[in-house]
């Protein structure tokens, strides 16, 4: 069978079931590919391979018939050519451990959106420090699950410095509704990924304490400089920010409900707690985890990220909420844009 973009047809894993996982499976059934899901809940699996429905994640939505899921790791990795890992950042390393062998000699791309606590990897380091023999990329854009099911036109980016592996998986998921990009910069296009969960926090709550418009469009735009600024300290291209990985993202995440991250900041403007706000959105938001992390490195690098350091004080120093902005108003003045050619 070759499936219809006419591209050759791969055995895909998919690791994670989650609301992404699950959407790029559809994807690559739709055209045409073999899929296996990982899934760790049986009632999950039972729920992909009898209803096809992720009942947990993506109810309502049809996921292809095709696409066959399972708890057992090996058996899903066995015959795969591609691996697509789609699980959060803190289960990261256990599960790449338990691949361990099983994914030598494969595609591997990760589309996790995290910064591991305590060592500062990102997903992309933890494939190289964890296993030989692989070839490895990174997929990240703005791309909201429930979107992509729903057949909503969406982009995103592979990056790798492997032109072929670019090559190989937009065509396992290009399609009329989704596009992949390509580019080299795997770190700036991981690290942009990582760093927008912070001020899609940052902008739910400003929605929820109902700020004007033109407060929410220099929210995003100041984070969008101190993303960059951050990044380019530790080595990523600062172009890569310009694109879908960076203000592609940035914009998707701090404007929709749809994102988790959002969901969590909005609750916490509503003057919920931290607690509360994870109890009701049921699943991980990568964005507190980051926040931690990234707080800790931009001190040690004395980078300059008034809005990350506002949103720390809210949430772990008991900082008052509607202190955040004008915090940042008597801030040092800065450059509007940063890394121009002078």
Known sequence: MTPSNGSRQYTIAILGGGSFGTALSDISANNGHQVRLWMRNPEQVQGINDDHVNHRYLPGFSIHPSVWASTDLQTVLADADIVLIAIPSKSFRSVVQQAGDLLKGKIVVSTTKGIEPVTFDLMSEILKEEV?????????????????????????????EDDDLCEIVQSVLHCDYFRVYSNHDVYGVELAGALKNIYAIVTGMGTAMKM????????????????????????????????LAGVGDLIATCTSSLSRNYQVGYALGQGKTLKQAEEALGQVAEGVNTLCQVHQKAEELGVYMPLADGLHKIIFEGYDVQQLVKSMMMKELKTDVEFMVR
């Open 132 to 160: 030989s023999d692989i070839r490895m990329g990174v997929l990240s854009g703005p791309n909201l699950a429930k979107e992509i099911v729903a057949k909503a036109v969406t982009a995103s980016v592979i990056a790798s």
């Open 212 to 243: 004007g418009e033109n407060t929410k469009s220099m929210l995003i735009t100041r984070s969008l400089a101190e993303m960059s600024r951050f990044a380019v300290k530790l080595g990523a291209n600062p172009l890569t920010f310009l694109g």
